[in-house]
Structure formats: structure tokens, C-alpha cells
């Protein structure tokens, strides 16, 4: 516990800087990474608050304050001090990644009662995906793409220039590819059921078959746990999640940039497995496919030329993923057999594979997007200087 020396060593050495400026003011070394390291606290409270809640909301009732909320709540607290530091004293961003920052944390405190209100009128919110939740995702979002934002437009090149922008990237993948985990831990959950057990607690599950209008039957379990159609988590994965992967690369410009980015979050969830199940909650299946996914982004950046990079590109991805996903599905979980005493399918959600079509297509429309922004803005990867942004101090 640190002693009240060292809140007044901390409070003598920040006190100088609360002082009002404009975005873009040239920001002290020191105080540029106090701020960063910041959000590093904030994403990985988030991080681990996020992955408890899902498996979290598959065993217990909902309770506003369950321990997965609480530290997510720490994380959002943490998060609304920093913008207001950022927002007053304009150090750590430029006017773009401000407005980022302000906007996604403003939409995440307007999502938060909203979510609250949803639960307390409609009871238990038996999908990830429901419109309260997205906003939490769509805040998040913003919010750190303006960290990332900022960082990359900051930091000195470098190793920890490098480090760092990969941990905000792997944050940012977490953050798009967490509603998908509806379907990760759902696959599960129904397999138990079909080799007769639950996960769920009994009043979890009466709950839900309460609002279906029917019994606790599997009918009831199939639309808790996998309530969404299967065409869903391939082509998100693939268009939203895959996208990310294509953008690490560009910004970070290294070869193994993607793969890295991918088997970083993919390594948080592999970690987190054992942890959730020996303590009694319930598994999920795991996106390796993400990782067999990043290294080809990081094959097809071999390709010089951008446009008929994202064309070949997202074609042999797209197949990849989907490849990858069919491999999944068939493998079954020995781990997961020896946890429960029984057989398990430890793979992935239903796979519609006749979406992969449309999965690419999206995959094309939006690496081209990103290409064209790239090229329009005279993008530097991480390697090269980061472009001076500084505004006079204003006090």
C-alpha cells in the first residue's frame, strides 16, 4: 500500500499539468505515458471484467452488481477521469482522437442506464446482441480507436511504440469480436444439455423459459444459448474481426503483425479457459481460427500493390477462416470430456458455409476502404516518425 509520501510525490509531480490547453498541445514524455499506461489499466480491467461476464450470464441470474460488473465498472471509471484529463488540460491527443475518445465514452455512459432500463422492463437479455448491449460495444469502439489514435500519433518510434500499439490493437479485436462469445459459450452450454447436464442454474434457466412461454426443454436451450442465425458468427468474424487484423498490419507494418495481434487475444482466451472452468463456470469454445486468419493477412501483405492485396487478399482469408472454422467444428474437446466427465464438442459455433461468399465480399469492401484511407492519408506504419502534432499551451 503506498504511503501518503507518495501520494504527495505523485500529487507534487501532476499538479504542474492541470492546467487548460487546447488538443494537440505538446505533451511531456513522461506524462504521455502515465496517460497511455492509463488506458492499458483501463482495457485490461475491461478485458478481464468482459470475459467473466459472459460465462458469468451463462450460469448465474443477472445482478447488477455481480462481481464482473464491478470491475468493469473500475475500468469505466478509470476511463471518464482520463478523457476529462485529455478534454481539459489537451495533452496526450490531437483534435481527432479527443473527439474519438469523448464520443465513445459519452456513448458508453448513455448505453449503461439504457442497458439497465432494458433489463429492469424486459427482464433477462438473453442475447449479446441486443441494442443496449451494441451500444456498449460501439462506445468502446470509439473510445479506443482513439486511444490508438493518439498513441500512434504520439509516441516516440520504437520498441515500446510498437509493443504498445499491438496491445491497443489486440484491446480493439476484443472489443469487436466480443458479442461473438454469445455463441462461443453457447455451442457449449447446449452440448451439455444434449449429454444431460446444465451449466445454467435452475433459476437462470426457469428465467428464460419463463420468457419464451414454454418449458425448460431443449427447444428453450437452443434459443438461450445460440439465438441468433448461424450465418451471423462466421461473416461478423470474418468482415468485423478480420478487418481489424488487416489494420494492425497497416499501422504497425511488420510482417507477423497480424498473427500477433490475433494469437495475443486468442492466448487471453486460451489462458482464461481453465481459469473459468476449475472455478465452476461454464467453457466456451475458443477462435483459433483468428490466428490462422492473421498469419495469411500477414502472407497477403506481401502482395505490393494495395488493390490487388485486399482482392487476393480477402479471398484467400475468407476461405481460410472458413476452413479453419470447419476444423473447429469437427474437433472434439478431450479437455473439456475430462472436466465434465463426459464428450464435448470444444470447436466453434454452427457454421452456415454458404455465407462465405458473403462474408468475403464484405471482407473486400471494407479492406478496400481501409487501403484507400491509407494510401489518401499518407499513412506510416509505426517504424517511421509519427507526425509532429502541437498546438501553444494555453492556460
Not at 96 to 106: C, M
Not at 295 to 300: C, E, H, P, S, T
Amino acid at each position: 500500500m503506498k504511503s501518503p509520501a507518495s501520494f504527495k510525490k505523485a500529487a507534487a509531480w501532476a499538479l504542474p499539468y492541470w492546467t487548460r490547453g487546447q488538443a494537440g498541445r505538446e505533451t511531456p514524455q513522461d506524462l504521455f505515458r502515465v496517460l497511455y499506461y492509463g488506458w492499458l489499466l483501463v482495457l485490461t480491467l475491461k478485458l478481464l471484467g468482459s470475459a467473466w461476464d459472459v460465462s458469468w450470464h451463462f450460469k448465474w441470474l443477472r445482478d447488477d452488481l455481480a462481481p464482473p460488473h464491478l470491475l468493469n465498472s473500475a475500468g469505466t471509471a478509470l476511463a471518464v477521469a482520463l478523457t476529462l484529463v485529455h478534454g481539459y488540460t489537451g495533452y496526450g491527443v490531437d483534435k481527432a482522437a479527443l473527439r474519438l475518445i469523448q464520443w465513445g465514452t459519452g456513448i458508453f455512459l448513455v448505453a449503461v442506464p439504457l442497458d439497465l432500463i432494458n433489463h429492469r422492463v424486459n427482464g433477462l437479455d438473453i442475447t449479446s446482441w441486443s441494442p443496449s448491449h451494441i451500444m456498449l460495444y460501439v462506445g468502446t469502439f470509439f473510445m479506443i480507436a482513439g486511444v490508438i489514435r493518439g498513441w500512434f500519433m504520439g509516441a516516440p518510434p520504437g520498441r515500446e511504440r510498437t509493443v504498445v500499439l499491438g496491445a491497443l490493437l489486440a484491446f480493439f479485436l476484443e472489443n469487436v469480436h466480443f458479442p461473438e462469445q454469445h455463441q462461443e459459450y453457447g455451442i457449449l452450454s447446449l452440448g451439455a444439455w444434449d449429454n444431460n447436464a446444465t451449466y445454467a442454474e435452475q433459476m437462470l434457466l426457469q428465467f428464460a423459459a419463463d420468457q419464451m412461454d414454454r418449458p425448460v426443454d431443449r427447444t428453450m436451450m437452443a434459443g438461450f444459448t445460440l439465438p441468433v442465425p448461424d450465418y451471423l458468427y462466421p461473416v461478423y468474424a470474418v468482415v468485423a474481426g478480420l478487418s481489424v487484423l488487416v489494420v494492425a498490419r497497416l499501422l504497425i507494418g511488420r510482417f507477423g503483425a497480424a498473427t500477433l495481434v490475433a494469437a495475443g487475444y486468442v492466448g487471453f482466451r486460451t489462458l482464461i479457459w481453465p481459469l473459468l472452468t476449475f472455478t465452476g463456470f461454464p467453457p466456451s469454445a475458443v477462435p483459433f481460427f483468428l490466428v490462422v486468419a492473421g498469419v495469411l493477412v500477414d502472407v497477403a501483405f506481401l502482395v505490393r500493390m494495395p488493390a490487388a492485396r485486399a482482392v487476393l487478399g480477402a479471398a484467400v482469408v475468407t476461405a481460410a477462416a472458413y476452413g479453419a472454422l470447419v476444423v473447429q467444428s469437427a474437433a472434439m474437446g478431450p479437455v473439456y470430456g475430462a472436466l465434465k466427465g463426459q464428450e464435448g464438442l470444444l470447436g466453434a459455433p454452427p457454421l452456415a458455409t454458404s455465407s462465405a461468399v458473403w462474408a468475403g465480399m464484405g471482407l473486400l469492401v471494407v479492406w478496400l476502404a481501409i487501403e484507400w484511407i491509407a494510401a489518401r492519408r499518407g499513412l506510416q506504419p509505426v517504424t517511421s516518425p509519427p507526425p509532429r502534432v502541437a498546438a501553444p499551451a494555453t492556460t
